[in-house]
């Protein structure tokens, strides 16, 4: 309950370490599953069905007959770090850790039994095995409750982000489109304080940066340089024509086959980390 309190949707896990099993109602998807699963379906089990989607902050169901129950069954709580809006990089072995602490951010640290759990602020898509040892768990995905670990929490650095890109973005087929209607020019940038010259070139070196991973790393490419290119901007008094800048690191990414719902998410999640870097 404390958890739940806290804004962590939790869920009972067995002593496998898993989460319970389906009721019979629910077994094999009968019942067509939940609202918030992949393929989303109508389920209203009272029962902790269907695993990370069952988990829930709702005090009236952790209290609930069915959840007693279950509750006294389980041998650890397990929690849905995307419903939390944060990411955990599972480190299965020293190997992995050794890997993490040359690679990534710092950030809260969770010993496990063969590792430890890195968390970072906001969620992003699972995966399994994205490096030897290295998991990610986010959206749709649990995780085991350890404790509160120790350190302060960071931002999802690029860097995570990177792990799972392979298995997003696809080489592209043939010409792609990379053209955008909105180009940056003084007239969408009332308000910014840098001469055109100055944004021209940090814009085009990010547009660079960008088409020198033809073949993996643009995505990632994309998110570093509209971060990079938006924190230029946090002491203008604004507009600054962020919007056209984004729309022309989007076309890049596309050009060099990153799926364009990707290349959008990685721009707009680097200009927010800038923005909100700044706040």
């Given amino acids: 309950m404390a958890l739940a309190d806290g804004h962590l949707p939790v869920l ?31 389920c209203v089990c009272p029962w902790p069905c269907h695993g990370w989607a069952a988990a829930t902050t709702s005090p009236h169901v952790l209290t609930s007959r069915q959840w007693g129950l279950a509750w006294r069954r389980a041998r650890a709580i397990g929690y849905h770090p995307g419903g939390a ?66 350190g302060p929490i960071a931002v999802l650095p690029s860097a995570v982000l990177a792990l799972v890109e392979r298995e997003e973005s696809t080489p592209a087929r043939g010409a792609v489109d990379s053209s955008t209607p909105t180009r940056w020019d003084r007239s969408v940038a009332t308000g910014c304080r840098h001469t055109p010259a100055f944004v021209q070139t940090g814009l ?7 088409k020198a991973h033809p073949e993996q790393g643009a995505g990632t490419a994309a998110y570093g340089a509209a971060r990079f290119l938006a ?23 596309t050009a060099m086959g990153v799926p364009a719902p990707y290349a959008r998410r990685c721009v707009t999640n680097g200009m927010n980390a800038a923005l909100g870097a700044a706040v």
């Fill in 231 to 253: 924190a230029r901007h946090t002491a203008c008094p604004g507009p600054c024509g962020l919007g056209a800048i984004a729309e022309e690191l989007i076309a890049a990414a």
């Fill in 12 to 42: 009972p896990l067995g002593a496998d370490k898993r989460p319970l099993g389906n009721c019979r109602d629910c077994a094999d998807l009968a019942c067509g599953g939940r609202p918030n699963m992949k393929t989303p379906g109508p």
């Fill in 85 to 150: 809006n944060v990411t955990v990089v599972d480190l299965d072995n020293p190997d992995a850790i050794d890997w993490a602490r040359a690679t990534l951010p710092p950030t809260t640290t969770v010993p496990t039994t063969r590792g430890e759990h890195w968390i970072y602020s906001g969620a992003m898509r699972s995966a399994n095995k994205v490096r030897p040892g290295v998991d990610i768990k986010s959206a749709m995905s649990y995780a085991r409750w350890l404790g509160p670990g120790t």
């Fill in 204 to 210: 085009e070196r990010g547009l660079d940066n960008i």
